[in-house]
Protein backbone atom coordinates (compact mmCIF):
# COMPACT_ATOMS: atom_id res chain seq x y z
CA UNK A 1 0.00 0.00 0.00
CA UNK A 2 1.44 3.15 -0.57
CA UNK A 3 2.63 5.91 1.55
CA UNK A 4 1.34 9.58 1.98
CA UNK A 5 3.84 11.98 3.03
CA UNK A 6 3.27 14.95 4.35
CA UNK A 7 5.32 18.09 6.71
CA UNK A 8 4.79 16.82 10.34
CA UNK A 9 4.53 20.45 11.04
CA UNK A 10 4.86 23.78 9.25
CA UNK A 11 4.56 27.50 10.98
CA UNK A 12 3.45 30.68 9.75
CA UNK A 13 3.08 34.67 10.54
CA UNK A 14 -0.31 36.28 10.09
CA UNK A 15 -0.98 37.59 7.46
CA UNK A 16 1.89 35.41 5.31
CA UNK A 17 1.90 32.59 3.31
CA UNK A 18 2.68 28.99 3.57
CA UNK A 19 2.06 25.55 1.12
CA UNK A 20 1.88 22.40 2.83
CA UNK A 21 2.74 19.30 0.71
CA UNK A 22 1.45 15.81 -0.24
CA UNK A 23 3.56 13.12 -2.04
CA UNK A 24 3.29 9.53 -2.77
CA UNK A 25 5.70 6.82 -2.50
CA UNK A 26 4.45 5.13 -5.68
CA UNK A 27 5.85 8.56 -7.93
CA UNK A 28 4.47 12.10 -9.26
CA UNK A 29 1.01 12.75 -7.78
CA UNK A 30 -0.92 13.86 -10.49
CA UNK A 31 -4.93 14.77 -11.30
CA UNK A 32 -5.67 10.63 -11.10
CA UNK A 33 -4.84 10.66 -7.62
CA UNK A 34 -8.04 12.95 -6.93
CA UNK A 35 -6.37 14.76 -4.18
CA UNK A 36 -8.72 15.82 -0.88
CA UNK A 37 -7.72 18.69 1.71
CA UNK A 38 -9.22 18.39 4.96
CA UNK A 39 -8.90 20.84 8.04
CA UNK A 40 -9.39 19.56 11.37
CA UNK A 41 -9.54 21.85 14.54
CA UNK A 42 -9.20 19.85 18.16
CA UNK A 43 -12.20 17.75 19.26
CA UNK A 44 -13.95 18.39 15.54
CA UNK A 45 -14.94 16.64 12.51
CA UNK A 46 -12.74 16.99 9.50
CA UNK A 47 -14.05 19.29 6.97
CA UNK A 48 -13.24 19.59 3.64
CA UNK A 49 -11.47 22.44 2.08
CA UNK A 50 -10.17 21.17 -1.52
CA UNK A 51 -11.28 18.29 -3.48
CA UNK A 52 -10.15 16.91 -6.81
CA UNK A 53 -6.65 18.70 -6.55
CA UNK A 54 -7.90 22.65 -6.82
CA UNK A 55 -11.19 22.76 -6.61
CA UNK A 56 -13.33 24.63 -3.39
CA UNK A 57 -16.39 23.85 -0.90
CA UNK A 58 -18.40 26.65 -0.86
CA UNK A 59 -17.32 27.18 2.80
CA UNK A 60 -13.48 27.15 1.99
CA UNK A 61 -12.04 30.43 2.54
CA UNK A 62 -10.51 32.19 -0.84
CA UNK A 63 -7.14 32.43 1.20
CA UNK A 64 -6.57 28.49 0.37
CA UNK A 65 -5.82 27.08 -2.64
CA UNK A 66 -4.78 23.47 -4.32
CA UNK A 67 -2.50 22.67 -6.99
CA UNK A 68 -0.08 20.14 -7.83
CA UNK A 69 3.97 21.43 -7.18
CA UNK A 70 6.97 19.32 -8.32
CA UNK A 71 5.69 16.17 -8.36
CA UNK A 72 3.25 16.68 -5.61
CA UNK A 73 -0.11 17.98 -4.65
CA UNK A 74 0.05 21.43 -2.44
CA UNK A 75 -2.07 23.30 -0.64
CA UNK A 76 -1.63 26.93 -0.36
CA UNK A 77 -2.62 29.45 2.44
CA UNK A 78 -2.13 33.46 1.65
CA UNK A 79 -2.84 35.61 4.07
CA UNK A 80 -3.28 33.14 7.42
CA UNK A 81 -5.04 34.16 10.47
CA UNK A 82 -4.77 32.86 13.72
CA UNK A 83 -8.47 30.61 13.44
CA UNK A 84 -6.32 28.58 10.69
CA UNK A 85 -4.13 26.83 13.07
CA UNK A 86 -5.02 23.55 12.61
CA UNK A 87 -4.45 19.97 11.13
CA UNK A 88 -4.36 19.55 8.33
CA UNK A 89 -4.48 16.24 5.73
CA UNK A 90 -4.56 15.12 2.29
CA UNK A 91 -6.21 11.91 0.79
CA UNK A 92 -4.54 10.37 -2.21
CA UNK A 93 -6.75 7.63 -4.78
CA UNK A 94 -5.33 4.30 -5.79
CA UNK A 95 -7.74 3.19 -8.14
CA UNK A 96 -10.92 4.22 -5.64
CA UNK A 97 -8.75 2.86 -2.40
CA UNK A 98 -8.01 6.25 -0.15
CA UNK A 99 -4.66 6.78 1.48
CA UNK A 100 -4.47 9.65 4.04
CA UNK A 101 -1.24 11.44 4.92
CA UNK A 102 0.01 11.45 8.18
CA UNK A 103 -1.32 15.45 8.81
CA UNK A 104 0.69 18.78 9.01
CA UNK A 105 0.25 20.53 12.09
CA UNK A 106 0.00 24.65 11.10
CA UNK A 107 0.42 26.78 13.31
CA UNK A 108 0.09 30.46 13.44
CA UNK A 109 2.39 32.84 14.76
CA UNK B 1 -30.41 18.58 4.22
CA UNK B 2 -27.78 15.83 3.89
CA UNK B 3 -27.31 13.88 7.64
CA UNK B 4 -25.24 11.46 8.04
CA UNK B 5 -26.24 9.84 11.78
CA UNK B 6 -24.20 6.77 13.65
CA UNK B 7 -24.64 4.71 16.30
CA UNK B 8 -23.44 5.13 19.64
CA UNK B 9 -20.42 4.95 21.78
CA UNK B 10 -19.08 1.57 22.28
CA UNK B 11 -16.74 -0.81 24.30
CA UNK B 12 -15.30 -4.24 23.90
CA UNK B 13 -13.13 -6.57 25.15
CA UNK B 14 -10.33 -7.54 23.04
CA UNK B 15 -10.73 -10.18 20.45
CA UNK B 16 -13.94 -9.21 20.26
CA UNK B 17 -16.05 -7.52 17.20
CA UNK B 18 -17.73 -4.01 17.14
CA UNK B 19 -20.74 -3.38 14.05
CA UNK B 20 -21.40 0.30 13.61
CA UNK B 21 -24.08 1.87 11.71
CA UNK B 22 -24.21 4.71 9.19
CA UNK B 23 -27.96 6.27 9.02
CA UNK B 24 -28.65 8.42 5.66
CA UNK B 25 -30.81 11.21 5.04
CA UNK B 26 -31.52 14.05 2.88
CA UNK B 27 -30.46 11.98 -0.44
CA UNK B 28 -30.80 8.74 -2.39
CA UNK B 29 -28.92 6.74 -0.78
CA UNK B 30 -27.88 4.47 -3.33
CA UNK B 31 -26.55 7.07 -5.40
CA UNK B 32 -23.30 7.44 -3.71
CA UNK B 33 -20.84 5.81 -1.81
CA UNK B 34 -20.09 5.70 1.76
CA UNK B 35 -16.30 5.99 3.30
CA UNK B 36 -15.19 5.03 6.84
CA UNK B 37 -12.54 6.88 8.58
CA UNK B 38 -11.05 6.34 11.95
CA UNK B 39 -8.91 8.11 14.60
CA UNK B 40 -7.31 7.13 17.47
CA UNK B 41 -6.82 9.53 20.25
CA UNK B 42 -3.92 12.07 19.16
CA UNK B 43 -3.50 9.98 15.79
CA UNK B 44 -4.25 10.91 11.92
CA UNK B 45 -6.99 10.03 10.05
CA UNK B 46 -6.85 6.55 8.71
CA UNK B 47 -9.17 5.56 5.80
CA UNK B 48 -10.38 2.12 6.45
CA UNK B 49 -12.68 1.39 3.27
CA UNK B 50 -16.09 2.49 1.47
CA UNK B 51 -18.98 0.71 -0.03
CA UNK B 52 -20.97 1.89 -3.18
CA UNK B 53 -24.15 1.99 -1.99
CA UNK B 54 -26.10 1.23 -5.56
CA UNK B 55 -24.00 -2.34 -6.48
CA UNK B 56 -22.58 -2.93 -2.81
CA UNK B 57 -19.57 -2.95 -4.48
CA UNK B 58 -16.55 -2.66 -1.20
CA UNK B 59 -12.94 -1.40 -1.90
CA UNK B 60 -10.59 -1.77 1.77
CA UNK B 61 -7.26 -0.60 2.79
CA UNK B 62 -4.92 -3.31 2.76
CA UNK B 63 -4.42 -2.60 6.89
CA UNK B 64 -7.82 -3.44 7.44
CA UNK B 65 -8.28 -6.73 4.70
CA UNK B 66 -9.73 -9.38 6.45
CA UNK B 67 -10.85 -7.85 9.52
CA UNK B 68 -13.24 -4.97 8.41
CA UNK B 69 -16.73 -5.57 6.67
CA UNK B 70 -18.75 -2.89 5.20
CA UNK B 71 -22.36 -3.70 4.09
CA UNK B 72 -25.51 -1.90 3.47
CA UNK B 73 -29.20 -1.79 3.98
CA UNK B 74 -30.92 -0.16 1.28
CA UNK B 75 -34.10 -0.42 2.64
CA UNK B 76 -32.75 1.55 5.81
CA UNK B 77 -30.47 3.84 4.18
CA UNK B 78 -27.90 2.24 6.45
CA UNK B 79 -24.47 1.73 6.27
CA UNK B 80 -22.27 -0.97 8.60
CA UNK B 81 -18.70 -1.18 9.54
CA UNK B 82 -17.91 -4.29 10.90
CA UNK B 83 -14.53 -4.71 12.67
CA UNK B 84 -13.03 -8.20 14.30
CA UNK B 85 -10.12 -9.23 16.28
CA UNK B 86 -10.07 -6.31 18.23
CA UNK B 87 -6.93 -5.01 20.57
CA UNK B 88 -6.95 -1.65 22.04
CA UNK B 89 -4.75 -0.16 19.48
CA UNK B 90 -8.35 -0.56 17.70
CA UNK B 91 -9.90 2.17 20.19
CA UNK B 92 -10.84 5.11 18.11
CA UNK B 93 -13.19 7.20 16.83
CA UNK B 94 -15.03 5.96 13.29
CA UNK B 95 -16.72 8.30 11.02
CA UNK B 96 -18.33 7.82 8.20
CA UNK B 97 -18.35 10.25 5.42
CA UNK B 98 -20.58 10.22 1.98
CA UNK B 99 -18.86 9.45 -1.25
CA UNK B 100 -17.57 13.32 -2.04
CA UNK B 101 -16.70 13.46 2.02
CA UNK B 102 -18.81 16.46 2.32
CA UNK B 103 -21.29 15.19 4.89
CA UNK B 104 -19.53 13.48 7.65
CA UNK B 105 -21.11 11.43 10.80
CA UNK B 106 -20.45 12.49 14.28
CA UNK B 107 -18.15 10.00 14.76
CA UNK B 108 -18.59 6.85 17.14
CA UNK B 109 -15.65 6.19 20.18
CA UNK B 110 -14.87 2.54 20.00
CA UNK B 111 -12.63 1.72 23.46
CA UNK B 112 -11.04 -1.32 23.06
CA UNK B 113 -10.40 -2.57 26.92
CA UNK B 114 -10.15 -5.39 29.02
Known amino acids: QAVVTQEPSLTVSPGGTVTLTCGSSTGAVTSGHFTYWFQQKPGQTPMTLIYDTTNKRSWTPARFSGSLLGGKAALTLSGALPEDEAEYYCLLSYSGVRVFGGGTKLTVL | QVQLVQSGAEVRKPGASVKVSCKAS????????IHWVRQAPGQRLEWMGR????????KYSRKFQGRVTITRDTSASTAYMELTSLTSQDTSVYYC???????WGQGTLVTVSS
Open chain 2, 26 to 33: GYIFTSYA
Open chain 2, 51 to 58: INAGNGDT
Open chain 2, 97 to 103: AEEYFEH
